[in-house]
Nanobody, 115 residues
């Protein structure tokens, strides 16, 4: 059974940094596309950053230059380094892995950016 567990969320002041982690338990993890999404209450879940198994990366325009996605296939982990955080980055952040049309989501971790 696939499990994804996010961690690293919290409260941070504007301009600060957080690093989110997603620990996966899944076979052939390196073949999966991985990504981070975020969602505010009542809103749709939006893409933040994705990385294919081959290492191709995509970022939402709103986070380019501030966020960095990475993965460690040996540890079966995905990371999101978030710098220069803004209040509008406040959301619940979700980790997702996907392969051949099968998608799996973590439970989410809250990120709040406020002074």
């Amino acid at each position: 059974q696939v499990q994804l567990v996010e961690s690293g969320g919290g409260l941070v002041r504007p301009g600060g940094s957080l690093r989110l982690s997603c620990a996966a338990s899944i076979k052939s993890f390196s073949d999966y596309h991985v990504g981070w999404y975020r969602q505010a209450p009542g809103n749709q879940r939006d893409l933040v950053a994705t990385m294919t198994g081959a290492g191709t990366i995509t970022y939402a325009d709103s986070v380019k230059g501030r966020f960095t996605i990475s993965r460690d296939n040996e540890k079966m982990a995905v990371y999101l380094q978030m710098d220069s955080l803004k209040p509008e980055d406040t959301d619940v952040y979700y980790c997702k892995v996907q392969r051949f049309g099968n998608s799996y989501w973590g439970q989410g971790t809250q990120v709040t950016v406020s002074s």
